[in-house]
């Protein structure tokens, strides 16, 4: 039983490149979430979404884009990434109650230069 | 709107000495309250929650954490630090009840001096 898995888990681009973030769960939770980690920050919500097909911006969403095209999948994707776009970025996901809290995958360290 | 804060964004003790990490929360209806670790290079884990049930919140790793709604705190604590404990800790609230997203701290980093 995998959990949340990330792929990649690193990443360089260069200013204005894009690129497509992949999280993947195996535990049937409706929910998504993806997050970003900057050094004093906390952990920003940048957009979620509630099942298969539907998205929702978050704290954070300028400058990404998502979709959950299947029930398992949830892609975070970068059009023209820009420096401030360098983060460790977290998938995380649930059921709808979220009383039994989150599971979180291992994280992408992305570097945009 | 639900918020917390963490009182602290660095805490150093000494291996077998008490950890109390500190959260604060704001929230307008009744709050659902989470602490979570992270060990370096590693995602959150699940360290223990407060759903209104007991006030005193048992986790793992021997943390616990007590619910104070007259002084909207969620402090966690560890009698006796150890080595392994060295991590950051973050503390979340539910934006609106049991459906509603986690909103974090901004997270506290432990260190245990040997």
């Known amino acids: 039983n995998a959990g949340v898995t990330q792929t990649p888990k690193f990443r360089v681009l260069k200013t204005g490149q894009s690129m497509t973030l992949l999280c993947a769960q195996d535990?049937?939770?409706?929910?998504m979430y993806w997050y970003r980690q900057d050094p004093g920050m906390g952990l920003r919500l940048i957009h979620y979404?509630?099942?298969?097909?539907?998205?929702a911006k978050g704290e954070v969403p300028d400058g990404y884009n998502v979709s959950r095209l299947k029930k398992q999948n949830f892609l975070l994707g970068l059009e023209s990434a820009a420096p401030s776009q360098t983060s460790v970025y977290f998938c995380?996901?649930?059921?709808?109650?979220?009383?039994?809290?989150?599971?979180f995958g291992s994280g992408t360290r992305l570097t945009v230069v | 709107a639900q918020s917390v804060t963490q009182l602290g964004s660095h805490v150093s003790v000494s291996e077998g000495a008490l950890v109390l990490l500190r959260c604060n929360y704001s929230?307008?209806?009744?709050?659902?309250l989470f602490w979570y670790v992270q060990y370096p290079n590693q995602g959150l884990q699940l360290l223990l929650k407060y759903t209104s049930a007991a006030t005193l919140v048992k986790g793992i790793n021997g943390f616990e954490a007590e619910f104070k709604k007259s002084e909207t705190s969620f402090h966690l604590t560890k009698p006796s630090a150890h080595m392994s404990d060295a991590a950051e800790y973050f503390c979340a609230v539910s934006e609106g009840g049991s459906q509603g997203n986690l909103i974090f701290g901004k997270g506290t980093k432990l260190s245990v001096k040997p």
């Open positions: 929230s307008s209806v009744p709050p659902y």
């Open positions: 979404s509630v099942g298969e097909g539907t998205t």
């Open positions: 535990m049937n939770h409706e929910y």
């Open positions: 995380a996901s649930s059921f709808l109650d979220r009383l039994g809290g989150y599971t």
